[in-house]
């Protein structure tokens, strides 16, 4: 029996510690601990929630979009405003725009590099490199007799830079299997994918003005008026992100599965997930139904129990328990009035090891994520997502209309190309479409709100999946704001019953081959996409501590 | 000049990199733009860039540790969106980024491991983003078991520079804003406490636009003495912070026109008029994000219709002047109004229509320059011309009146003798 840590890992957002008990080369036990607290919902306590919108999404620099809209939203249900059609638009354009960045920047870049020794694509030949790429039918806009030199130049200057320190030689230096024309085929598309992650964004600032942290999307609608210049921008920059997604990831997928087949025997997690939906669909608002404003988004709300059986969200089957985080006492509490008070103890994994706390669901851990989004909008027959799936589960080797073949490392880090496609088709839809509004004379972009008191939820979707903001506004104010953040129900600790965290479940069974380098435990970490950022968070004690404003009219000084 | 490449010698390194002179001058004129330099200062980038040592006769990348406080990697991503040079460029041919928690092919121990040889072999600069987070003795934030400030401690030492990266960095951004949960402060303040006097450049903004930071790694680089940085009272860059937002914004005009925005996605802002009375602290705050613009040039705040909301505002030594405590509510009210270095609170003006005009009125009066906005700029007027001479009725407040007089007319008299700045 052996420890095995991985701390930090990298090429997440934010901080995380991973510990593993090993058993005959076989994770037995695991811990997710989640690194930083800042304390997000006292800070916006007495703000108004326009500022909110503005200062939450500086939650997390990877998905700040998401953030900004869960919380216009929650905003919006509060004041009782339904923001207008060609808000909804815009608001989908850019939540789309962020979700390609998001899904190229982690599927290349930083999950990438757990599959793809650049090194070791050194040693190609890159005439083969072409024969290779045409046969996967993946594309080639690299020279990659170019990029050869670039990387030969590279490895004789003798620093690594980003790969130093890397794994490339774990589990005796058989951790990584890709020939060296596949490691440098995939090389040169992850210096691609680092272009077209930042092409993406380029979308969100025209509509955001800067990516991250974008300044438009407020309760009410957005306060981004399209232009002709701006509108021919968009389409310009989505059609050539489309051409490049729907000529590379899917291929490059099923191109590199074949090579680690062995990681989709392993990674399950806890087998239930939840999905609150994202990109509101046409036909707004459906009278103003909230229910069915999530079920007929673009990737509807779905929870799913284990054998796939899809039912509505019930808000008040969400609860919270910290009695193993550094938070006082051990309650469990309901949304959406959560109860916490920070106080960090000591790292110990029998007792209070993360800053994560734990949700459940209906008593249970659940996990979100792009999986659990494409799992949902399959069970409600999204036919794109039907279509593409059937496919990718017979290329992997299961059967159509079978989703257990990607319960796994690999299936979980294979699905989201599915995601990426249809969203880089829609978000080509979508300027499309707001170009027909605007010809048309479709003008609304802000809505004024009815009251300013009131208490509103904002079920959504960030990459990294589920997102909940809810809030209670008096007079203009926050009395009570909540954030359970999709890394949240994924880095969950043990819950009160001694069940593990989703997580912590798909790493128990992970062959650890090299204590060191436990490669397969970080494809695993990665294949969830975490952001620990915005994972920790507390929520307002109710012990009757009020906050005094401190802004003067006028200013402090 | 045993340690200085030839140019030829550069351009061989360039061409053996796939760097084409041409994207090489590019990099050069994107680095000049975000210093706050004049195009024309392009060849003298070049050539500094030329004669440096980078990559060039010790075979060196200039080695930098990035480490994540208590941030939302935002700056991170920032970083990577810059396009001139791109940031796969940068990370393999310009510096050797030894440590990124996002960034990096390694992690655990062998990542520490990475950070602490770079450490040992000294000559590196540190990027810190994030918040400095200290309660719970630091344990807010933890990292390879350790509290973060004590990684800040450990890396910050044997750095030639440490560059607090976004305005959590410089004074704990939002994570300070009140009640300040986490007891966050900024790189500089929590070094003076610890004892630690390697020079802290600050770049604020949330997220700094990558450009202010390339600007200042090659600055850093080519000076080889980052105490020869020209630097503000603050610590930040004069050429990049010594504007207000409002001194280069592309609205000026429709400003001075008095057309306004009222409201959010109105037909005034599809004819890109003044957003001051939505709320913009354009006036305030200082930055030159109108003129190097984000996302590889996109776009910026103003340009998509939104107010400039002060997230550069940070003051290094004060985690309680946060961007979000002083620039709260966002849209609703107006602030102080900041002119050089004085601050004119609009008293009596009432959020009305009429009120908002007469405000930006007062702004206008203070904030005309007398000659152009860009290159630098010619020196603000320490006082308005009619406050001069009505020092009874002036509208707004002076630290001392008699002396901003007596300094504006020394400037004028200089500048009358041909010194200009």
């Known amino acids: ?557 | 000049m045993e340690n200085q490449a030839t140019i030829s010698e550069f351009d061989s390194i360039l061409a053996s990199r796939g760097v084409s002179r041409r994207s090489f001058l590019k990099l050069c004129g994107a680095i000049a733009a975000a210093a706050g330099l004049s195009q024309l200062a392009v060849p003298r980038v070049a050539q500094a860039l030329e004669q440096s040592v980078i990559g060039a006769t010790r075979g060196d990348l200039y080695p930098v540790i990035w480490i994540e406080g208590a941030s939302c990697t935002g700056c991170t991503e920032s970083f990577a969106q810059i396009e001139s040079p791109d940031a796969a460029t940068i990370v393999l041919e310009i510096i050797s980024l030894n440590y990124s928690e996002t960034l990096s092919a390694a992690a655990g121990h062998s990542m520490e491991e990475a950070k602490a040889q770079t450490i040992e072999a000294g000559n590196y600069i540190l990027v810190y983003e994030g918040a400095v987070a200290t309660a719970w003795n630091g344990n807010a934030l933890r990292v390879a078991m350790e509290p973060g400030v004590d990684a800040l401690v450990q890396a910050a030492k044997s750095a030639n520079a440490v560059v607090a990266l976004g305005s959590c960095a410089v004074n704990g951004g939002w994570c300070a804003a009140y009640p300040n949960p986490s007891q966050s402060m900024g790189v500089q303040q929590y070094l003076q406490q610890a004892g630690v006097d390697t020079v802290v450049v600050n770049i604020p903004g949330c997220p700094a636009n990558p450009e202010w930071l390339m600007a200042v790694l090659v600055d850093v680089v080519l000076l080889n003495d980052p105490t020869l940085l020209d630097l503000n009272t603050m610590n930040e860059p004069v050429g990049i912070f010594g504007q207000t937002i409002h001194d280069n914004c592309e609205r000026r005009g429709h400003f001075e026109n008095g057309e306004f925005v009222y409201h959010f996605g109105s037909e005034e802002e599809k004819k890109g008029y003044c957003l001051y009375p939505v709320g913009c602290r354009g006036p305030q705050t200082r930055a030159n994000c109108g003129i190097v613009l984000y996302n590889d040039r996109w776009s910026w705040c103003v340009k998509s219709g939104a107010p400039c909301i002060g997230c550069c505002e940070a003051n290094p030594a004060n985690p309680n002047q946060n961007w979000v405590q002083v620039n709260t509510p966002f849209y609703h009210r107006h602030r102080d109004i900041r002119i050089g270095d004085w601050t004119v609170p609009p008293v009596g003006i009432a959020l009305t229509v009429t009120g908002i005009i007469a405000a930006c009125l007062v702004v206008h009066g203070f904030g005309m320059k007398a000659f152009g906005r860009m290159d630098g700029g010619a020196p603000i007027e320490k006082i308005r011309k009619w406050d001069a001479e009505h020092p009874d009725e002036a509208i707004g407040q002076y630290d001392d009146i008699q002396e901003a007089i007596e300094e504006e007319e020394k400037q004028t008299e200089r500048l009358k003798n041909g010194g200009g700045r």
């Open chain 1, 1 to 557: 029996m052996a420890r095995s840590t991985i701390d930090p890992v990298t090429r997440i957002e934010g901080h995380l510690r991973i510990e593993m008990e090993v058993n005959d080369g076989v994770v037995s036990d695991a811990w997710v601990s989640g690194g930083c607290f800042r304390g997000m919902e006292l800070v916006v306590q007495n703000r108004t929630p326009e500022d909110a919108a503005q200062i939450v999404e500086r939650i997390c620099g990877v998905c700040p979009i998401s953030h900004a809209h869960a919380s216009s939203i929650a905003g919006e249900r509060a004041y009782g405003i339904t923001i207008s059609n060609n808000a909804r638009i815009i608001r989908n354009i850019l939540e789309g725009a962020q979700f390609l960045h998001s899904n190229i920047l982690w599927f290349y870049n930083l999950a990438g590099l757990d599959y793809i020794n650049p090194l070791n694509g050194l040693n190609a030949n890159p005439d083969e490199v072409y024969a290779l790429a045409q046969s996967a039918g993946t594309s080639t806009n690299t020279d990659f007799k170019a990029l050869l030199d670039k990387l030969t130049a590279f490895a004789n200057n003798g620093q690594l830079s980003i790969f130093s320190g890397n794994w490339f030689a774990s589990d005796n230096g058989q951790g990584y299997k890709l020939t060296p024309e596949m490691d440098l085929l995939c090389t040169a598309h992850y210096l691609e994918a680092l272009k077209y992650q930042a092409m993406a964004s380029r979308m969100s600032a025209i509509i955001g003005g800067k990516m991250p942290h974008v300044m438009t999307s407020t309760v009410g609608g957005t306060m981004f008026v399209p232009t002709e210049q701006k509108l021919d921008d968009l389409l310009a920059i989505a059609r050539e992100i489309y051409t490049w997604v729907s000529t590379t990831m899917l291929q490059d997928t099923l191109a590199l599965a074949p090579f680690y087949s062995d990681v989709m025997k392993f990674g399950k997690g806890c087998g239930r997930y939840v999905a609150w939906g994202v990109f509101d669909g046409p036909g707004w608002p459906y009278g103003g139904d909230y229910m069915q404003q999530m079920i007929n988004r673009y990737l509807p709300m779905g929870v799913l129990n284990e054998s796939f059986q899809v039912s509505n969200v019930q808000e008040d089957l969400i609860t919270e328990y910290m009695g193993h985080s550094w938070y006082v006492g051990d309650g469990t509490y309901t949304s959406p009035y959560f109860v916490t008070e920070p106080d960090y103890t000591d790292y110990n994994v029998d007792d209070r090891y993360t800053w994560v706390k734990c949700p459940a669901y209906d008593g249970k851990p659940m996990e979100a994520g792009s999986m659990a989004r494409i799992f949902a909008a399959y069970q409600r027959r999204v036919p794109f997502i039907v279509e593409q799936v059937n496919q990718m589960a017979t290329a992997l080797g299961g059967e159509a209309g079978d989703l257990s073949v990607f319960q796994s490392t690999l299936g979980r880090t294979a699905i989201r190309q599915i995601e990426t496609l249809y969203v880089s088709a829609l978000v080509v839809d979508w300027v499309e479409e707001l170009m027909e509004a605007v010809a048309s004379g479709d003008s609304t972009y802000f809505t004024d709100p009815m009251t300013t008191t009131g208490a509103g939820t904002g079920f959504w979707e960030a990459p990294r999946g589920a997102l909940y903001h809810s809030e209670a506004v008096e007079g203009g104010k926050i009395t009570g704001y909540q954030i359970i953040i999709p890394s949240t129900w994924n880095l969950a600790p043990i819950n009160a019953a001694g069940e593990h965290g989703p997580m912590e479940q798909a790493l128990i069974g992970v062959p650890v081959e090299d204590l060191e380098m436990p490669i397969n435990a970080l494809r695993t970490v990665h294949s969830f996409d975490p952001c620990t950022a915005c994972a920790v968070h507390i929520t307002e004690p109710a012990t009757g501590r009020h906050f005094e404003t401190v802004t003067s009219p006028w200013g402090v000084k």
